[in-house]
């Protein structure tokens, strides 16, 4: 089984900068596609981030993109977020994900039904 655990979401202001890390159980981490989505209050979960498996390539939803970047230790089986320049429409539950399926090595994988596990959230609120 494995289990993922979200931790370093809090409030910050705009502008600020915040690094979420999710930690994975479970053998095999390093070659497991890991992706980052969040969920608004009334809203669907989106996607984030993601990060191939097999190719280590990283892919990141337009309103992120040279904002955020995924990055993972995969000795100490772990994913990270690093968000800057923070705004009001980040705020959202940040959850981690994995595809414990295989993946192709030039697939994205920006949706939540290609991945298997799941953290259980942990809160980004951004406000003034």
């Known amino acids: 089984q494995v289990q993922l655990v979200e931790s370093g979401g809090g409030l910050v202001q705009p502008g600020d900068s915040v690094r979420l890390s999710c930690e994975a159980s479970g053998r095999g981490f390093s070659t497991k596609t890991m992706g980052w989505f969040r969920q608004a209050p009334g809203k669907e979960r989106e996607f984030v981030a993601t990060?191939?498996?097999?190719?280590?390539?990283?892919n990141y939803a337009a309103s992120v993109k040279g904002r955020f970047t995924i990055s993972r230790d995969n000795i100490k089986s772990t994913l990270f977020l690093q968000m800057n320049t923070l705004k009001p429409e980040d705020t959202a539950v940040y959850y981690c994900a994995t595809r414990w399926r295989m993946s192709g090595r030039f697939d994205i994988y920006s949706s939540p039904d290609a991945y298997d596990y799941w953290g259980q959230g942990t809160q980004v609120t951004v406000s003034s």
């Open positions: 990060i191939n498996g097999v190719s280590a390539s990283p």
